[in-house]
């Protein structure tokens, strides 16, 4: 399957985006999505997942309650919807798709990986 991420942009401290993640090649109910993000310097960390139903999802502890992860497996995409965003969610987004688990939160879990989208948070 490959993976499109789109949405990413500039946005002020407090604003939204919508990150989509765009499939194609696969069935995409099938598959897991998860969304990680890597900001300059540190390492890619975990940010939402979603189960190919999409009647589980989780959450990082710093995005609970800001975010939240949705698909429709009718148009093969995944969102990420990023409500109050902060300074400190400034990173690269990528998403992710797996066919091993209901759920995956470690980016070794993850065989597709779209080729990222940038958030930037002003202060």
């Known amino acids: 399957v490959q993976l499109q991420a789109s949405g990413g942009g500039l946005v002020q401290a407090g604003g939204s985006l919508r990150l989509s993640c765009a499939a194609s090649?696969?069935?995409?109910?099938?598959?897991?999505v998860g969304w990680f993000r890597q900001a300059p310097g540190k390492e890619r960390e975990f940010v939402a997942a979603?189960?190919?139903?999409?009647?589980?999802?989780n959450y990082v502890d710093s995005v609970r309650g800001r975010f939240t992860i949705s698909r429709d497996n009718a148009k093969s995409t995944a969102y990420l919807r990023m409500n109050s965003l902060k300074p400190e969610d400034t990173a690269v987004y990528y998403c992710?798709?797996?066919?091993?688990?209901?759920?995956?939160?470690?980016?070794?879990?993850?065989?597709?990986w779209g080729q990222g989208t940038q958030v930037t948070v002003s202060s």
């Open positions: 992710a798709a797996q066919m091993s688990r209901i759920i995956a939160t470690r980016s070794i879990e993850y065989e597709y």
């Open positions: 090649g696969g069935t995409f109910s099938g598959y897991g």
């Open positions: 979603i189960s190919p139903s999409g009647k589980t999802t």
